[in-house]
């Protein structure tokens, strides 16, 4: 098969992609990545064969685009759906009208989605596998007739709450049964001679790393292949200090890459490190260089201040971990039966903190009611306390008995048989 992934420009975005491309190519396909040209050494760097195409629209540019208000407005969305109250058609019509100009046109901007269609119209791919925000994906294999699947890198969020939208939208009268998402897709569709159906939305299957256990409830369930989360981070190098003998727990401390390159302070590290200034084991905090300059005079003394480090070597080293709640880190932490403190902001991280929590398996930590008291009381319960390693070894249980990448193969292979309508034949 000629297999095409479409991501935008974000290492965060392309990096669960990996595993399932290196296992498409040992089984002997072809593999290409298409993306914005920023992402391109990424790309080859991971081995694999990059096709960069259009202008760039980093997720920065967001805030230069919409100005903080916007930026704000958007990231007050809850995702949470713990309050049936609040979803209104109103509040479910607004989440879909900020979410169609701040993310899915920005980011899938005219050029990119040109890009992505005219080389799937010249390569004619079999499947193509885009992540969830990357809809130039699903235009492209529906103007080519190929089979197409997401690859999700977290929660469905934006996906359960469209479905909510859809049926609120269903009682409206007809005349204000407006569709931003539809409206916008239908638009780009149009231009090159198709239709907008929700398929372009859903994709014609889920690719599921998350454990079922992690998952939304949806209204409407999605043909879904589990698919064993890879930790791939991009080139890793191991310090010695991360395999030689610690004689105290060690716990990591991260913000992640994606709080790193955004600028934004979302999580106050100062506060952070106090908090734990008296806890009895080494914090691994991983902080790029100008934060730890900015720290170094005033890290307590248990503090170890890195740069990266591979979180999946890191990881079976540690007996807890506090983070910014990525899936990324969330789910390398989760495959090595880790307990977790996720520092829940906005967007998923909510999502991901309520539902690991009630699994037993970590503490949630609002950034808005954190203090020096209530995080070290939460670190030491995870040190302290056996019921929360427990729950997380009942997760890593859950995610070793999904199909390893190199297993999910043979199903893409008869799915893209059964939905593929124009692509091998166009080549033949």
């Known amino acids: 098969m ?6 935008f420009a974000a290492n965060t975005h392309f990096q669960p992609l990996v595993p399932l491309a290196w296992a498409l190519r040992t089984a002997g396909h072809e593999v290409r990545v298409v ?4 992402l391109s050494d990424v790309v080859t760097q991971a081995g694999l064969t990059s096709v960069p195409v259009g202008t760039e629209a980093p997720v920065e540019q967001f805030a230069a685009t919409w100005g903080d208000d916007a930026y704000i407005g958007v990231n007050s969305i809850d995702f949470t759906g713990n309050d049936p109250g609040l979803w209104t058609w109103p509040y479910l019509l607004g989440m879909e009208t900020m979410l169609v100009p701040a993310f899915y046109e920005l980011l899938n901007n005219e050029s990119f989605v040109d890009g992505v269609v005219e080389f799937a119209r010249d390569w004619r791919p079999d499947l193509v596998i885009w992540e969830p925000l990357t809809f130039a994906g699903a235009v492209a294999a529906r103007v080519t007739g190929a089979a197409h ?6 929660q469905e969020i934006t996906l359960r709450g469209r479905q909510a939208f859809l049926a609120e939208r269903a009682l409206q009268p007809f005349e204000h049964r407006e569709d931003p998402t539809a ?19 859903t994709g014609q299957w889920t690719i599921d790393t998350l454990p079922r256990s992690m998952r939304l409830e949806l209204s409407e369930e999605l043909r879904t292949l589990d698919m064993r989360y890879v930790p791939y981070n991009g080139p890793a190098v191991v310090p010695p200090w991360v395999w030689e003998p610690c004689e105290r727990p060690r716990v990591c401390l991260t913000i992640g890459t994606s709080q790193r390159d955004s600028g934004r302070d979302h999580v106050p590290l100062d506060h952070l490190l106090d908090s734990l200034a008296d806890v009895d084991a ?4 991983t902080l790029d260089t100008t934060q730890q300059e ?7 003394g248990n503090v170890r201040l890195v740069d990266f480090v591979p979180l999946h070597a890191l990881m079976p080293t540690c007996s807890a971990i506090v983070h910014h709640g990525g899936p990324g880190t969330w789910s390398t932490a989760a495959l090595h039966g880790v307990p977790q403190i996720i520092l829940d902001t906005s967007w998923d991280t909510p999502v991901r903190a309520q539902r690991m929590q009630q699994l037993g398996a970590g503490l949630s930590m609002p950034v808005g009611e954190l203090g020096v008291e209530a995080l070290r009381d939460r670190v030491l319960r995870l040190l302290g306390e056996p019921e929360f390693r427990a729950g997380a070894e ?3 249980a859950e995610m070793l008995a999904m199909p390893a990448p190199g297993d999910v193969v ?4 008869r799915l893209t048989a059964e939905h593929a309508i124009g692509a091998m034949a166009g080549r033949r």
């Open 2 to 7: 000629r297999v095409m992934m479409t991501t």
């Open 35 to 38: 993306s914005q040209p920023s």
């Open 149 to 154: 699947a997401r690859l999700p890198w977290g």
């Open 183 to 201: 409206e916008w897709l239908g638009r780009t569709l149009d231009r090159y001679g198709c239709s907008f159906d929700e398929e372009m939305v």
């Open 282 to 285: 080494e914090i691994v905090a």
């Open 294 to 300: 900015r720290l170094r005079g005033a890290a307590p």
């Open 394 to 396: 009942r997760i890593r």
């Open 410 to 413: 043979p199903d893409l292979e």
